[in-house]
Structures are given as C-alpha cells and as structure tokens.
C-alpha cells in the first residue's frame, strides 16, 4: 500500500473542500436568488457628526425592497479607500452600530452599516422587532421569504454592488463585520461572495446541527421567539422540542443545520482572512458548536497554507456580548489585512 506525501494530501484535502464548496456556494445563491433590478441608489449628505463626513443612501435590493444605509469617512478622505461593512443584530438599527463606524473610519476605512429585512427604516414602528417576527412568522407559512438571515445575505451582497460604484470606495478592499444575527450573516454573506476580501463574524458563528443533537437551540430560538411561538402554535405543538426547531428550520432557513450550518460554510471564507470572535459562556452561539465550526474552518485554512489568515478569540466569562476590546481587536485585524 502506497501513502500519500503530506503535501499531497493537503492538496487532496484542498481540493475536496474546494469542490464541495462550490457546490454549497452554488445552492446557497440559487436559494437567495431574485431578479437583479436598477439600483436607482440615492445619497442624502448630511450635516458632519463628530469630525465625519456622513451620507444616508438607499438602493433597490429587488423589485420590492429599498436598502437604507448610513456611510461614514473621514472629513479630509481622499481616492479610493478600503470599507468596511457593519451588520447589526437582531432589533438593532444601522444608528445603533454607529460606534463601529466610527473607530473604523478612525482606522483609516470608509465606514457603512445597513437595516437588515425588518428593521429600522424597513418597519413603519422604526425600531423593535414586531415586524420582524412577524415576517418569519409568514415565512412559516408561505416559505416565500426568509427574513431570518438569508434575505439579508442578499442585501449585503447587493450593498456590495452599490459600494463598488463609488469613487470613494476600493472594491478590492472589502471587509464585513457582524454582531449576532449580524454575525451569522457575516460568514454567510462572506462563504458565498468572495469579493468580502476580510470578515469579522463576532457572537454568530456555530454549529445549529450541534445545538439541535444537543439540545442547546432555547438561546438561538429567544431572539425569535414569538416567530417560533406562532408557528407552534399553528402547528398544534404546546410542548415545542428539538423535532419541531428542526421543522421550523425546515421551513423558515432551510440547510440551516445542514448544507449551510457553519462548519460547512465558514470553510468556504478561505483562504481569505477571517477572525471570529465568541464569548465562552453565550448560550446562543454554544462553545462545543463554535468550535465544531472553528474546527472545519481551520482544515480549511491549513489545506490552503493560510493559518495565518484565520485567527478565533474567545471572550472569557463573557456572554452573548462584544467586549471593548474584541471590538479594538476587530479593527486591528481589518487594518493588517486591509491596508488603509
């Protein structure tokens, strides 16, 4: 019998991840897909904040959803500067990741953030998340819609082509980074787009298939809670357990434990660079299931010589929260691959 040379080996390794990720890649986009329509982008310059240069802008995602978004850059910026995306969680607001903008435009980036499906500008309350339950909640039932993170995916990818139409913007140099919900649409957005150059999925990333075999899916389940309330509900379930969350899944973000369940697309990220960032204690994102992804991610990174380009930080005694200084960490790692 006649062994492989290491070398060999990584390169078989390789190339399986690779064709099995075009594959997901593939499948992910065909799901997500909708006619291209004009973006008819529209730009508002407002009044500076803080010593930034601010524009509130909004562009046609599809036929029936405008995207609002807030971009930030430095007062004197000049050419063409690498940017740097921020996605919000759930019930939050583009003005509520303001923070982020603002150290990363202090890093040298142009700075933008975005209401994901349902939220802020997208909802007639302008805040919560009523609208937002309630669009999942019909996802339930028609399956026409998956406002619980695929839809966004689309938004971000649609954002990507209206930031590649400024000239202010390096569409070259694009980096994405986000919280919670943000952050599963983060690796998500990144796995199936390769023109994210640098991803920073903070809070989000894990294995929904090792939270179901486990029974840890309640954290997850709490953000939506009153989506998945009503579709037990309707579906006569009083005691909802690990067999319906798989059903609900099914229904509302299919592949979600499976075919696009982190361990399978966070591989798909290299070997561009990729820092993921976790607290050990978030009963959102269970620690086990993290590293089940972080795992598949770094067999990835090591069969594509790109150790370097992969780096996980864990938050000790820390929950589902983003410290200061992961956030500080963040932007170091965006202005080492990034270059501004």
């Given at each position: 019998?006649?062994?492989?040379?290491?070398?060999?080996?990584?390169?078989?390794?390789?190339?399986?991840?690779?064709?099995?990720?075009?594959?997901?890649?593939?499948?992910?986009?065909?799901?997500?897909?909708?006619?291209?329509?004009?973006?008819?982008?529209?730009?508002?310059?407002?009044?500076?904040?803080?010593?930034?240069?601010?524009?509130?802008?909004?562009?046609?995602?599809?036929?029936?959803?405008?995207?609002?978004?807030?971009?930030?850059?430095?007062?004197?910026?000049?050419?063409?500067?690498?940017?740097?995306?921020?996605?919000?969680?759930?019930?939050?607001?583009?003005?509520?990741?303001?923070?982020?903008?603002?150290?990363?435009?202090?890093?040298?980036?142009?700075?933008?953030?975005?209401?994901a499906r349902y939220?802020?500008?997208?909802?007639?309350?302008?805040?919560?998340?009523?609208?937002?339950?309630?669009?999942?909640?019909?996802?339930?039932?028609?399956?026409?819609?998956?406002?619980?993170?695929?839809?966004?995916?689309?938004?971000?990818?649609?954002?990507?082509?209206?930031?590649?139409?400024?000239?202010?913007?390096?569409?070259?140099?694009?980096?994405?980074?986000?919280?919670?919900?943000?952050?599963?649409?983060?690796?998500?957005?990144?796995?199936?787009?390769?023109?994210?150059?640098?991803?920073?999925?903070?809070?989000?990333?894990?294995?929904?298939?090792?939270?179901?075999?486990?029974?840890?899916?309640?954290?997850?389940?709490?953000?939506?809670?009153?989506?998945?309330?009503?579709?037990?509900?309707?579906?006569?379930?009083?005691?909802?357990?690990?067999?319906?969350?798989?059903?609900?899944?099914?229904?509302?973000?299919?592949?979600?434990?499976?075919?696009?369940?982190?361990?399978?697309?966070?591989?798909?990220?290299?070997?561009?660079?990729?820092?993921?960032?976790?607290?050990?204690s978030d009963n959102?994102?269970?620690?086990?299931?993290?590293?089940?992804?972080?795992?598949?991610a770094q067999t990835?990174?090591?069969?594509?010589?790109?150790?370097?380009?992969?780096?996980?930080?864990?938050?000790?005694?820390?929950?589902?929260?983003?410290?200061?200084?992961?956030?500080?960490?963040?932007?170091?790692?965006?202005?080492?691959?990034?270059?501004?």
């Amino acid at each position: 019998m006649k062994f492989l040379h290491r070398g060999a080996l990584l390169g078989l390794c390789l190339l399986s991840v690779q064709a099995f990720g075009a594959d997901t890649r593939a499948d992910f986009l065909k799901l997500i897909d909708r006619p291209r329509v004009p973006q008819a982008a529209k730009v508002d310059v407002l009044s500076p904040t803080n010593g930034f240069a601010m524009e509130h802008f909004t562009f046609a995602s599809d036929a029936a959803q405008r995207v609002p978004g807030l971009l930030l850059k430095a007062t004197n910026a000049t050419g063409r500067l690498p940017v740097v995306i921020v996605m919000h969680g759930t019930g939050g607001t583009k003005e509520g990741v303001i923070s982020w903008l603002e150290k990363l435009v202090d890093g040298g980036f142009v700075a933008v953030a975005i209401d994901a499906r349902y939220h802020g500008e997208r909802t007639k309350a302008g805040k919560g998340t009523d609208e937002y339950n309630a669009a999942i909640t019909q996802a339930w039932r028609d399956q026409r819609e998956h406002p619980f993170y695929y839809d966004t995916v689309w938004d971000a990818m649609r954002l990507v082509d209206y930031l590649s139409t400024r000239d202010d913007v390096d569409a070259q140099r694009i980096g994405l980074v986000g919280i919670s919900k943000g952050g599963i649409e983060t690796y998500l957005t990144s796995a199936v787009d390769t023109r994210i150059a640098v991803s920073v999925p903070c809070i989000g990333v894990q294995s929904f298939h090792w939270a179901l075999d486990h029974n840890d899916w309640q954290g997850r389940i709490a953000t939506i809670q009153k989506a998945f309330d009503n579709a037990a509900r309707e579906a006569g379930v009083t005691n909802a357990d690990t067999v319906f969350v798989r059903l609900f899944y099914d229904r509302v973000v299919p592949g979600i434990y499976g075919e696009f369940d982190g361990p399978a697309m966070l591989p798909l990220i290299a070997p561009r660079p990729l820092l993921v960032i976790n607290g050990d204690s978030d009963n959102h994102t269970p620690l086990p299931g993290v590293r089940e992804a972080v795992t598949a991610a770094q067999t990835a990174y090591h069969a594509a010589k790109a150790e370097d380009h992969f780096a996980l930080r864990i938050q000790e005694k820390t929950g589902h929260k983003v410290t200061d200084e992961s956030e500080a960490v963040a932007v170091d790692w965006f202005v080492k691959w990034l270059k501004p």
